[in-house]
């Protein structure tokens, strides 16, 4: 067939696909529309999951199994209130987890009022996410036998040795306590093992065992690269590894400012994001417990001038 008489592009339909499947617990669908029903049939995964994926984004940082209890707070919020996504978002934005505080903020009665969902109106209904919809019974669903799950193999254990040491700059460390989550995310790393790190430089010190899989007979840049991609991905893509810094400790220079508004962590990721990418900018920090940020600069690439005008043309604002 051709997608248009104007554009000569064609195409050719596929072989069928086939829709059918099963649920880990043993139920069937015979096509997508039935996998979605039986899916939608508890809501309150789907919003804890899209919780734990917002809280991410919105904090940039992975989600701590401390957090799991505030999480669950704003997934049944959310379920109280009737709610769908768009509740999602406003508790998940009035929570601890994004705001600090210890409670979280209560939101308005008028917005409370049209962020419920009406399962009277028909024309709301088509309009919400298939996650709050009221949804038809699904016909004698099949119920199969669940397969028994083998047992998991012993976990590797790996040894390691000062000859195989790497220096990396860490990229994300934006506040004090990040540190704690790069050492969560690398615990989870079986074939690296945390040495030690210097805080004004963000620069790490990790050992990694050579004869596994993942590092065997790669070069310097080559470690340094897998290392990084295994870390983005337990991360939450919140964390990296770059090669360390070519410039000596002592030539760079420390540069320093209060940040008006700097009041929540997504505030500090966003003056850091912005930080970290300028050139001649070898590591910064952005807190929003201090609400001030940093910057380690090589004089030679950029000064405060330069980042100021930087941080001005974004909307960042200096006390």
């Given at each position: 067939?051709?997608?248009?008489?104007?554009?000569?592009?064609?195409?050719?339909?596929?072989?069928?696909?086939?829709?059918?499947?099963?649920?880990?617990?043993?139920?069937?669908?015979?096509?997508?529309?039935?996998?979605?029903?039986?899916?939608?049939?508890?809501?309150?995964?789907?919003?804890?999951?899209?919780?734990?994926?917002?809280?991410?984004?919105?904090?940039?940082?992975?989600?701590?199994?401390?957090?799991?209890?505030?999480?669950?707070?704003?997934?049944q919020r959310t379920l109280s209130q009737g709610g769908g996504v768009r509740t999602?978002?406003?508790?998940?934005?009035?929570?601890?987890?994004?705001t600090g505080d210890d409670n979280p903020i209560e939101m308005p009665a008028e917005?409370?009022?049209?962020?419920?969902?009406?399962?009277?109106?028909?024309?709301?209904?088509?309009?919400?996410?298939?996650?709050?919809?009221?949804?038809?019974?699904?016909?004698?669903?099949?119920?199969?036998?669940?397969?028994?799950?083998?047992?998991?193999?012993?976990?590797?254990?790996?040894?390691?040795?000062?000859?195989?040491?790497?220096?990396?700059?860490?990229?994300?460390?934006?506040?004090?306590?990040?540190?704690?989550?790069?050492?969560?995310?690398?615990?989870?790393?079986?074939?690296?093992?945390?040495?030690?790190?210097?805080?004004?430089?963000?620069?790490?010190?990790?050992?990694?065992?050579?004869?596994?899989?993942?590092?065997?007979?790669?070069?310097?840049?080559?470690?340094?690269?897998?290392?990084?991609?295994?870390?983005?991905?337990?991360?939450?893509?919140?964390?990296?590894?770059?090669?360390?810094?070519?410039?000596?400790?002592?030539?760079?220079?420390?540069?320093?400012?209060?940040?008006?508004?700097?009041?929540?962590?997504?505030?500090?990721?966003?003056?850091?994001?912005?930080?970290?990418?300028?050139?001649?900018?070898?590591?910064?920090?952005?807190?929003?417990?201090?609400?001030?940020?940093?910057?380690?600069?090589?004089?030679?690439?950029?000064?405060?001038?330069?980042?100021?005008?930087?941080?001005?043309?974004?909307?960042?604002?200096?006390?």
């Amino acid at each position: 067939g051709s997608i248009d008489p104007f554009i000569p592009i064609g195409f050719k339909l596929g072989p069928a696909v086939d829709a059918s499947g099963e649920l880990p617990d043993g139920r069937e669908f015979t096509d997508v529309r039935e996998y979605q029903t039986l899916v939608a049939k508890d809501a309150t995964k789907l919003l804890r999951n899209l919780a734990r994926q917002w809280a991410v984004y919105s904090t940039g940082r992975a989600v701590r199994f401390a957090d799991r209890p505030r999480i669950e707070q704003v997934v049944q919020r959310t379920l109280s209130q009737g709610g769908g996504v768009r509740t999602l978002l406003h508790e998940l934005v009035g929570s601890p987890l994004f705001t600090g505080d210890d409670n979280p903020i209560e939101m308005p009665a008028e917005v409370l009022a049209s962020s419920r969902n009406v399962e009277d109106d028909a024309e709301a209904t088509s309009h919400r996410m298939i996650m709050t919809a009221v949804l038809p019974a699904v016909d004698s669903p099949v119920q199969a036998e669940v397969a028994s799950v083998a047992p998991s193999e012993t976990a590797v254990e790996y040894s390691f040795d000062e000859a195989h040491r790497v220096r990396v700059r860490v990229i994300g460390l934006f506040e004090p306590h990040r540190v704690d989550d790069l050492k969560s995310a690398l615990a989870e790393f079986p074939e690296v093992l945390f040495v030690g790190i210097d805080d004004a430089t963000a620069e790490a010190t990790l050992a990694y065992a050579a004869t596994s899989e993942l590092f065997r007979n790669g070069n310097p840049e080559q470690i340094v690269e897998r290392m990084n991609n295994r870390l983005r991905q337990l991360s939450g893509h919140t964390l990296g590894i770059q090669p360390p810094v070519a410039t000596p400790r002592d030539q760079l220079e420390r540069i320093e400012w209060t940040i008006r508004g700097l009041d929540c962590q997504a505030c500090s990721l966003a003056v850091y994001d912005i930080l970290q990418r300028m050139p001649g900018v070898e590591h910064a920090t952005a807190s929003f417990h201090t609400g001030r940020a940093t910057a380690l600069i090589d004089p030679t690439k950029t000064d405060r001038a330069t980042i100021e005008a930087a941080l001005k043309a974004r909307g960042v604002t200096f006390e």
